[in-house]
């Protein structure tokens, strides 16, 4: 990205850090793959909406099945348009070529570009941190992989004082940092790999713009253009922040600058190029009813103010302080950018939109970089005052690391809490793993059923059913499900009784709904025997599913 080439030891750097993030993310994960037992199917996903993961699998089992497009298979309405999205494509193709299950595609796939993901934000804090400052590049890379809010402290301080349930029905989520994949890198790096692939995007579209406008170089804007085409053809949201920063930088320069309004060029360069996917994306929320109704119910509000402040913790307070220390002096563009981008970000995440909280993302860099100006220069100034003792700069490190790092690694043992939680109890949330007969119900189900086949099973079941057999459920995912809490109501209505037989055929009948899925969650929702019923055929059972054919002539 810099012009400027890497010395040997800043890739060395780079290389180990990669492994240790690399570390990170593989201890869960042999985790999962230890405790699940001999007999046991684990699904790789952990506390970072687990749900989601299996609406990720579905997208890559669509493709190893051969398609290119994808289709929404929580819902059973006829897909008007099927979507486009290349991200997944490619990680369900890279899944088709190896022969891996759909959990080791997005480990291992992760495992690559991690190297890559570190590479990035190493050059851009190099390129736009201070000049004298740019010598301790690789301190604020680990810094801004590893730094967190105080989310975690908030959160065992409220439930000492028994507070969770009201913090939560006050503020609505808890702070970001607690289970937010956008809202910092160490979250990013646990969570799904689309996210680390459009930081990445965000990144060198920044670079490349900015630099489009201090070199006057079309062909940077063009660069520009196309990571940026790239990124919203698979995470559109991230368009906006890239729109409104960018043309507030622009504004920023004609008017205090005076700059050619010729720089114009390069923002509508940046536009065209990347438009095509935007339109795509505006093109499906025009006439595709069914993304409008799931644009409807996926509601992705930022907390109160407050409970963003907590989720940033020091990283804000620290970045205030970096921030008014570096305008105290004669400012420059990179500082000019990096506030712009700070102060936009906060007003597109408390803007009109319904994804506000997706444009948390990339907020975290002006953070720490305004932070880290701060820490040094603070650090710089006590130790004149006090001296550079072992002892002082030992105290310096213990309140740094407990203040900044020490959360998120609070937060990752807690994800090994979570997954023994799963493993060691009957829970039904989601299925983090599954029954040893479970996974041959699945198979089967995938290898019989055809692209039209629906079935009907509890929530619990279908969101795993849906992603790992790669077929169409009624009901699944609470976004991906078109009028999810009619659909949940009826599924309850229909699994709690064994009576009304007549209303249940007339049902099964409109929905189209061809197989009955019965395993233990189904068992829960009620007292419904499908054995009993004389218009459904058993055509799979072992110890812990059976499947029914719906048989209505």
Same mark, same amino acid.
């Given at each position: 990205? %810099?012009?400027?080439?890497?010395e040997?030891?800043?890739?060395?750097?780079?290389?180990?850090?990669?492994f240790?993030?690399i570390? &990170?993310?593989?201890?869960?994960?042999?985790?999962g793959?230890?405790?699940? /037992? %001999?007999?046991n199917?684990?699904? *790789? @996903?952990?506390?970072?909406?687990?749900?989601?993961?299996?609406?990720?699998?579905?997208?890559?089992?669509?493709?190893?099945?051969?398609?290119?497009l994808?289709?929404?298979?929580?819902s059973?309405? !006829?897909?008007?348009?099927?979507?486009? %999205?290349?991200?997944?494509? $490619?990680? /369900?193709?890279?899944?088709?070529?190896?022969?891996?299950?759909?959990a080791?595609?997005?480990?291992l796939?992760k !495992?690559?570009? !991690?190297p890559?993901?570190?590479?990035?934000?190493?050059?851009?804090?190099?390129?736009?941190?201070?000049?004298?400052?740019?010598?301790?590049?690789?301190?604020?890379?680990?810094?801004?992989?590893?730094?967190?809010?105080? *989310?975690?402290?908030f959160?065992?301080?409220?439930?000492?004082?028994?507070?969770?349930?009201q913090i939560?029905?006050?503020y /609505?989520?808890?702070p970001?940092?607690?289970?937010?994949q956008?809202?910092?890198?160490f979250?990013?790096?646990?969570?799904?790999?689309?996210i680390?692939?459009?930081?990445?995007?965000?990144?060198? $579209?920044?670079?490349f713009?900015?630099?489009?406008?201090?070199?006057k170089?079309?062909?940077?804007?063009?660069y =520009?253009g196309?990571?940026?085409l +790239?990124?919203?053809?698979?995470?559109?949201?991230?368009?906006?922040?890239?729109?409104?920063?960018?043309? &507030?930088?622009?504004?920023?320069? #004609?008017?205090t600058?005076r700059?050619n309004?010729?720089?114009? +060029?390069?923002?509508?360069? #940046?536009?065209?190029?990347?438009?095509?996917?935007?339109?795509?994306?505006l093109?499906? @929320?025009a006439?595709?009813?069914?993304?409008q109704?799931?644009?409807?119910q996926n509601?992705?509000f930022?907390?109160a103010?407050i409970?963003?402040?907590? *989720?940033?913790?020091?990283i804000?307070?620290?970045?205030?302080?970096?921030? &008014?220390?570096?305008w105290?002096?004669?400012?420059?563009?990179?500082?000019?950018?990096?506030?712009?981008?700070?102060?936009?970000?906060?007003?597109l995440?408390?803007?009109p @939109?319904t994804?506000?909280?997706?444009? $948390?993302?990339? @907020?975290?860099?002006p953070?720490?970089i305004?932070?880290?100006?701060f820490?040094?220069?603070?650090?710089g100034?006590?130790?004149?005052?006090?001296?550079s003792?072992?002892?002082?700069?030992?105290?310096?490190?213990?309140?740094?690391?407990? +203040?900044?790092? #020490?959360?998120?690694?609070?937060i990752?043992?807690?994800?090994?809490?979570?997954?023994n939680?799963?493993?060691?109890?009957?829970?039904?949330?989601?299925a &983090?793993f599954?029954d040893q007969?479970?996974?041959?119900?699945?198979?089967?189900?995938?290898?019989?059923?055809?692209?039209?086949?629906?079935?009907?099973?509890?929530?619990?079941? *279908?969101n795993?059913?849906? /992603?790992l =057999?790669?077929?169409?459920?009624?009901?699944?995912?609470?976004?991906?499900?078109?009028?999810?809490?009619?659909?949940?109501?009826?599924?309850?209505?229909?699994?709690?009784e064994?009576?009304?037989?007549?209303?249940?055929q007339e049902?099964?009948r409109?929905?189209?709904?061809g197989y !009955?899925?019965?395993?233990? =969650?189904e068992k829960k929702?009620?007292?419904?025997?499908?054995?009993?019923?004389?218009y459904?055929?058993?055509?799979f059972? %072992?110890?812990?599913?059976?499947?029914?054919?719906?048989?209505?002539?």
């Amino acid at each position: 990205m %810099n012009q400027l080439k890497l010395e040997k030891k800043e890739i060395k750097f780079i290389l180990l850090i990669s492994f240790i993030a690399i570390l &990170i993310i593989a201890l869960p994960f042999a985790y999962g793959q230890l405790i699940k /037992g %001999n007999n046991n199917f684990f699904s *790789g @996903l952990n506390f970072l909406s687990p749900h989601d993961g299996y609406v990720y699998y579905s997208y890559i089992e669509q493709a190893k099945q051969g398609n290119i497009l994808f289709d929404d298979l929580f819902s059973g309405e !006829i897909t008007p348009t099927f979507t486009f %999205n290349p991200f997944w494509l $490619t990680l /369900g193709l890279f899944a088709k070529f190896f022969y891996l299950p759909s959990a080791w595609a997005i480990f291992l796939f992760k !495992i690559i570009f !991690i190297p890559l993901f570190i590479f990035v934000i190493y050059k851009f804090l190099r390129y736009f941190l201070p000049d004298d400052l740019k010598k301790y590049t690789g301190w604020c890379s680990v810094y801004a992989l590893f730094a967190s809010g105080l *989310g975690y402290y908030f959160l065992k301080f409220s439930l000492f004082f028994e507070a969770k349930s009201q913090i939560v029905e006050k503020y /609505g989520v808890l702070p970001l940092d607690l289970w937010n994949q956008e809202s910092n890198n160490f979250l990013t790096l646990l969570g799904f790999p689309h996210i680390m692939a459009s930081i990445v995007l965000l990144l060198l $579209t920044f670079y490349f713009f900015f630099r489009s406008l201090e070199q006057k170089k079309i062909k940077f804007s063009i660069y =520009a253009g196309f990571f940026a085409l +790239l990124l919203a053809s698979f995470h559109p949201f991230h368009i906006v922040t890239i729109y409104f920063i960018n043309l &507030i930088y622009i504004l920023y320069l #004609l008017i205090t600058k005076r700059n050619n309004i010729k720089i114009l +060029l390069n923002y509508f360069l #940046l536009v065209l190029l990347s438009f095509p996917a935007v339109a795509y994306y505006l093109y499906l @929320l025009a006439f595709n009813w069914q993304i409008q109704i799931k644009n409807l119910q996926n509601l992705l509000f930022s907390p109160a103010l407050i409970i963003s402040m907590v *989720g940033f913790g020091f990283i804000l307070i620290t970045a205030i302080a970096g921030l &008014i220390l570096v305008w105290s002096e004669k400012i420059n563009n990179k500082m000019a950018f990096l506030t712009i981008w700070l102060i936009s970000s906060f007003i597109l995440i408390y803007s009109p @939109l319904t994804f506000q909280r997706r444009l $948390t993302e990339g @907020l975290i860099f002006p953070l720490i970089i305004f932070s880290f100006i701060f820490l040094v220069l603070a650090y710089g100034y006590l130790k004149n005052k006090i001296g550079s003792s072992l002892l002082y700069r030992a105290i310096f490190f213990v309140i740094f690391l407990t +203040l900044f790092i #020490l959360p998120n690694f609070f937060i990752y043992y807690e994800n090994f809490l979570f997954l023994n939680y799963f493993r060691f109890s009957d829970a039904d949330e989601v299925a &983090i793993f599954l029954d040893q007969d479970t996974t041959p119900a699945v198979n089967w189900y995938k290898n019989q059923a055809t692209s039209s086949d629906l079935v009907l099973t509890s929530f619990y079941s *279908g969101n795993y059913l849906a /992603g790992l =057999a790669g077929k169409k459920v009624y009901l699944g995912h609470k976004i991906e499900t078109i009028y999810y809490f009619e659909k949940k109501e009826l599924v309850d209505w229909f699994f709690k009784e064994n009576q009304e037989d007549l209303a249940k055929q007339e049902f099964l009948r409109n929905k189209h709904i061809g197989y !009955i899925y019965y395993s233990e =969650a189904e068992k829960k929702l009620g007292d419904f025997s499908p054995s009993q019923k004389d218009y459904l055929k058993q055509v799979f059972s %072992n110890n812990e599913v059976t499947i029914y054919k719906v048989n209505l002539d």
